[in-house]
């Protein structure tokens, strides 16, 4: 067997239990080989990436990775994210959260972590097991309206698209996320008899569209439907390095008075 | 703003523990600003940007207690304040300290509650959730300043608790320590002692972020210095990874206990003033045990001899010496700006022949010393 | 599908009569694999089918053209496609 592991494993940490926790065909474990191969092919250290998260199925995903990793509470995995960086900013610190975590109880801290640009890579798994009775919202419009400054939806389906997306969000300097959309077949998929996980991947796979045929269509046409790829990409002054500059200045104006 | 080392300056309280954590080395604080503590943030946010330190306004105060802990784990001393409603606010977070055993110091300058209450007043109400205020089995140390120059050595001595016990430490004090004005020489800087958390030796591969060890404090590394460990507010087992083996259970949880209970003589801090040779013996802490040393030269003054005990250490509850030294004594008399709360902690612990007297007040304004006085000359 | 795990007699039987010849690149690491199916689904060559001990089996390793889509889209990591390990060995190991 060891000869016909894949380069992901260097990346799993050997002492814990697999099979990981969640249920066959949950998009999760998809997502965390899309997130092992983005670090794969930026050369990241493992040294230098702290990987944080919340409560929830998604945020089960730390303990898995031989990172720094941080499990913490729901909601919160940003605010604990901005203070590792804060504390640090040579750290590559990237976030996973649910749907709920990020959206839900996390709103606030996901809304003021735009609004900051402070470099973390945000990565929102939906499920839409929070949302699941009442009615959403556009994730991507109002992490854009709130500051972030690179903004993608991706599908597990799609995950070679997706590898990329979370490359690019992880290379973006400043608040990135990607909202991934993700099969539940155990909970939102059972209750809402949308098939196993294979009709639901089809699911993902038959309705979305990517941000340019979308342009194309009406907004009758792109009711119900998912929006994939990059829906935003600018820059702007990322927090650490503001703060840093706000330090430089502080202290010049102390020695100054010194004098 | 810097320590002003071996000078003699007139500070406030809360200047005072912002003074204090500089002196000790703070360099991340996070926090939202509400009164009466305000003061420590806005020095902080002043001094820390000059001294490489990092200060942050989060969003609110679970965001502040997270940010503070995040960074606690990224390396930094770190530290936020508030008071009440804040408090109430953070009480999640400080259980994820107790069972993450992240280090961090939490300032609480009390304020008349409950809820939004009289938000410039003094109170003891948060004795109490100080101790329990978060769910489920966790230790907690809890210091409380009496003065201005307390306010600088107990912040001191917090952060340096809770490096080296591993845990969150609350310095608890009150609206008229946090702004009373007093002299104060500052101590010279050879003389603060700063602790910083144990580190750990073992080869990377063989480092378990919850080791036990016979002070029941494992050493702790931080992220990006080569260990890569995981931390989660799930019962764990020594990696820190979860689990529910009741063995693993019980070992964390009797650790957790056991690091407080089995050291509490280097935890446990009292002052006593003529309480040996009293029978009549004034129980008092934080702003009340000013009120309670000039009660006590008041009734001197009318020839009554009444002694005064006061804990530093809010928790761990000085059982040992309130046994010890006030079970033999006819009337122990606790003044509290709150409806009674360490006042249990001596009922428990004197016998049914202390006749435990309580002073209480509720309005938002200090209990004199005249209060105090009234209630000693009713039983003497 | 089967709902009963198979008698260790079929399971060898079965193990053998489709053990991976030497030129399969798709490998599947059965303690891993949970039988959602996906990777069967998606194969766009049906290299691949549920077996009845609800694992996913390769029954046709002449037909996989390494798209490695299986392998991308395994929720457990328990797909790998050898052509990527062949590559990485003559890289070196970059750990």
Redesign the interface.
């Given at each position: 067997m060891p000869a016909q592991l894949p380069y992901e494993y260097k990346y799993l940490?050997a002492?814990?239990k697999f099979p990981h926790v969640w249920c066959p065909g949950c998009g999760i474990g998809i997502v965390m080989g899309s997130i092992i191969r983005a670090v794969d092919a930026l050369g990241w250290n493992?040294?230098?990436i702290?990987l944080?998260s919340g409560i929830g199925c998604t945020s089960r995903m730390?303990?898995y990775f031989?990172?720094?990793?941080?499990?913490?509470?729901h909601g919160?995995a940003l605010?604990?994210?901005?203070?590792?960086?804060?504390?640090?900013p040579?750290?590559k610190v990237i976030a996973v959260m649910g749907d709920g975590d990020a959206l839900a109880i996390g709103g606030?801290?996901i809304i003021?972590s735009a609004r900051r640009n402070i470099e973390i890579t945000s990565i929102i798994v939906n499920n839409y097991n929070y949302g699941m009775i009442e009615p959403g919202f556009d994730t991507c419009r109002l992490l854009d309206a709130a500051g972030a400054v690179f903004v993608a939806r991706g599908t597990v389906y799609h995950v070679i698209e997706l590898d990329g997306l979370i490359r690019q969000a992880m290379e973006k300097k400043g608040l990135s996320v990607v909202e991934v959309m993700s099969p539940c077949p155990t909970n939102y998929g059972r209750a809402n008899r949308l098939g196993g996980a294979v009709e639901m991947m089809k699911g993902l796979r038959d309705g979305s569209v990517n941000a340019a045929q979308a342009a194309k269509l009406s907004p009758e046409e792109l009711k119900g439907r998912i929006v994939r790829g990059v829906l935003a990409d600018r820059e702007a002054p990322e927090y650490t390095e503001l703060?840093a500059d706000?330090?430089r200045r502080?202290?010049e104006k102390?020695s100054e008075v010194d004098e | 703003m810097r320590v002003p080392w071996g000078e003699t300056r007139l500070v406030q309280g809360n200047e005072a523990i912002a003074l204090g954590a500089l002196a000790s080395g703070v360099?991340?604080f996070?926090g939202y600003p509400i009164t009466p503590s305000t003061e420590v943030a806005e020095m902080l946010a002043?001094s820390l940007?000059?001294g490489?330190g990092?200060f942050?306004q989060?969003?609110?105060e679970?965001?502040?207690v997270?940010?503070?802990?995040?960074?606690?784990?990224?390396?930094?001393r770190?530290m936020t304040a508030t008071s009440g409603p804040g408090f109430s606010l953070m009480q999640?977070?400080i259980g994820?300290g107790c069972m993450a055993e992240i280090p961090f110091v939490l300032v609480d300058v009390m304020r008349a509650g409950p809820s939004t209450g009289l938000p410039t007043q003094v109170a003891q109400g948060d004795v109490m959730q100080a101790r329990w205020g978060t769910h489920g089995d966790h230790p907690a140390i809890v210091l409380c300043p009496a003065s201005v120059r307390e306010c600088f050595d107990l912040t001191v001595r917090a952060f340096n608790l809770s490096e080296t016990f591993r845990t969150p430490v609350i310095l608890l004090s009150d609206e008229v320590v946090g702004h009373m004005r007093e002299r104060v020489t500052f101590p010279k800087c050879e003389e603060v002692a700063v602790i910083e958390r144990p580190v750990p030796e073992t080869p990377t591969e063989w480092y378990e972020h919850y080791h036990p060890t016979p002070s029941n404090v494992s050493p702790m590394a931080t992220?990006?210095?080569?260990y890569?460990?995981?931390?989660?507010?799930?019962t764990h087992d020594r990696?820190g990874?979860?689990t529910r083996r009741r063995d693993e259970v019980d070992e964390k949880l009797a650790r957790l206990k056991a690091k407080i209970t089995r050291r509490l003589d280097e935890l446990v801090e009292i002052r006593t003033h003529d309480v040996e040779k009293s029978s009549v013996v004034i129980f008092a802490y934080g702003s009340v045990y000013r009120s309670a040393l000039a009660a006590q030269v008041q009734l001197a003054k009318k020839n009554k001899r009444v002694g005064v005990f006061r804990p530093v250490t809010l928790w761990p509850f000085p059982d040992m010496e309130t046994k010890e030294l006030l079970d033999d004594k006819d009337v122990v008399i606790v003044p509290e700006l709150n409806q009674g709360q360490l006042i249990h902690e001596i009922e428990r612990l004197t016998s049914d022949s202390v006749r435990v007297i309580p002073v209480q007040r509720v309005d938002g304004y200090e209990l004199t010393p005249e209060e105090i006085v009234s209630a000693a000359m009713e039983v003497m | 599908m089967a709902q009963n795990a198979p008698q260790p007699e079929e399971a060898t039987e079965e193990k053998e009569s489709e053990h991976e010849e030497p030129r399969s690149y798709v490998h599947i690491f059965h303690e891993w694999c949970k039988g959602c199916g996906i990777c069967v689904a998606f194969c766009p060559k049906k290299v691949l089918e549920m077996g009845r001990d609800q694992k996913a089996h390769v029954v046709h390793p002449e037909l996989c053209i390494k798209c490695y889509m299986c392998a991308r889209r395994c929720p457990d990591l328990a797909v790998t496609v050898t052509e990527e390990l062949e590559k990485m060995r003559e890289e070196g190991d970059s750990t």
């Amino acid at each position: 067997m060891p000869a016909q592991l894949p380069y992901e494993y260097k990346y799993l940490r050997a002492k814990k239990k697999f099979p990981h926790v969640w249920c066959p065909g949950c998009g999760i474990g998809i997502v965390m080989g899309s997130i092992i191969r983005a670090v794969d092919a930026l050369g990241w250290n493992k040294n230098d990436i702290v990987l944080v998260s919340g409560i929830g199925c998604t945020s089960r995903m730390p303990v898995y990775f031989d990172f720094n990793t941080l499990h913490t509470m729901h909601g919160r995995a940003l605010a604990f994210a901005t203070g590792v960086k804060l504390a640090n900013p040579g750290l590559k610190v990237i976030a996973v959260m649910g749907d709920g975590d990020a959206l839900a109880i996390g709103g606030n801290h996901i809304i003021h972590s735009a609004r900051r640009n402070i470099e973390i890579t945000s990565i929102i798994v939906n499920n839409y097991n929070y949302g699941m009775i009442e009615p959403g919202f556009d994730t991507c419009r109002l992490l854009d309206a709130a500051g972030a400054v690179f903004v993608a939806r991706g599908t597990v389906y799609h995950v070679i698209e997706l590898d990329g997306l979370i490359r690019q969000a992880m290379e973006k300097k400043g608040l990135s996320v990607v909202e991934v959309m993700s099969p539940c077949p155990t909970n939102y998929g059972r209750a809402n008899r949308l098939g196993g996980a294979v009709e639901m991947m089809k699911g993902l796979r038959d309705g979305s569209v990517n941000a340019a045929q979308a342009a194309k269509l009406s907004p009758e046409e792109l009711k119900g439907r998912i929006v994939r790829g990059v829906l935003a990409d600018r820059e702007a002054p990322e927090y650490t390095e503001l703060y840093a500059d706000l330090c430089r200045r502080a202290r010049e104006k102390a020695s100054e008075v010194d004098e | 703003m810097r320590v002003p080392w071996g000078e003699t300056r007139l500070v406030q309280g809360n200047e005072a523990i912002a003074l204090g954590a500089l002196a000790s080395g703070v360099n991340f604080f996070a926090g939202y600003p509400i009164t009466p503590s305000t003061e420590v943030a806005e020095m902080l946010a002043r001094s820390l940007p000059q001294g490489d330190g990092a200060f942050i306004q989060m969003e609110d105060e679970i965001a502040s207690v997270s940010a503070v802990m995040g960074a606690s784990l990224a390396g930094a001393r770190a530290m936020t304040a508030t008071s009440g409603p804040g408090f109430s606010l953070m009480q999640e977070g400080i259980g994820f300290g107790c069972m993450a055993e992240i280090p961090f110091v939490l300032v609480d300058v009390m304020r008349a509650g409950p809820s939004t209450g009289l938000p410039t007043q003094v109170a003891q109400g948060d004795v109490m959730q100080a101790r329990w205020g978060t769910h489920g089995d966790h230790p907690a140390i809890v210091l409380c300043p009496a003065s201005v120059r307390e306010c600088f050595d107990l912040t001191v001595r917090a952060f340096n608790l809770s490096e080296t016990f591993r845990t969150p430490v609350i310095l608890l004090s009150d609206e008229v320590v946090g702004h009373m004005r007093e002299r104060v020489t500052f101590p010279k800087c050879e003389e603060v002692a700063v602790i910083e958390r144990p580190v750990p030796e073992t080869p990377t591969e063989w480092y378990e972020h919850y080791h036990p060890t016979p002070s029941n404090v494992s050493p702790m590394a931080t992220y990006g210095s080569g260990y890569r460990f995981h931390v989660t507010g799930l019962t764990h087992d020594r990696q820190g990874f979860p689990t529910r083996r009741r063995d693993e259970v019980d070992e964390k949880l009797a650790r957790l206990k056991a690091k407080i209970t089995r050291r509490l003589d280097e935890l446990v801090e009292i002052r006593t003033h003529d309480v040996e040779k009293s029978s009549v013996v004034i129980f008092a802490y934080g702003s009340v045990y000013r009120s309670a040393l000039a009660a006590q030269v008041q009734l001197a003054k009318k020839n009554k001899r009444v002694g005064v005990f006061r804990p530093v250490t809010l928790w761990p509850f000085p059982d040992m010496e309130t046994k010890e030294l006030l079970d033999d004594k006819d009337v122990v008399i606790v003044p509290e700006l709150n409806q009674g709360q360490l006042i249990h902690e001596i009922e428990r612990l004197t016998s049914d022949s202390v006749r435990v007297i309580p002073v209480q007040r509720v309005d938002g304004y200090e209990l004199t010393p005249e209060e105090i006085v009234s209630a000693a000359m009713e039983v003497m | 599908m089967a709902q009963n795990a198979p008698q260790p007699e079929e399971a060898t039987e079965e193990k053998e009569s489709e053990h991976e010849e030497p030129r399969s690149y798709v490998h599947i690491f059965h303690e891993w694999c949970k039988g959602c199916g996906i990777c069967v689904a998606f194969c766009p060559k049906k290299v691949l089918e549920m077996g009845r001990d609800q694992k996913a089996h390769v029954v046709h390793p002449e037909l996989c053209i390494k798209c490695y889509m299986c392998a991308r889209r395994c929720p457990d990591l328990a797909v790998t496609v050898t052509e990527e390990l062949e590559k990485m060995r003559e890289e070196g190991d970059s750990t």
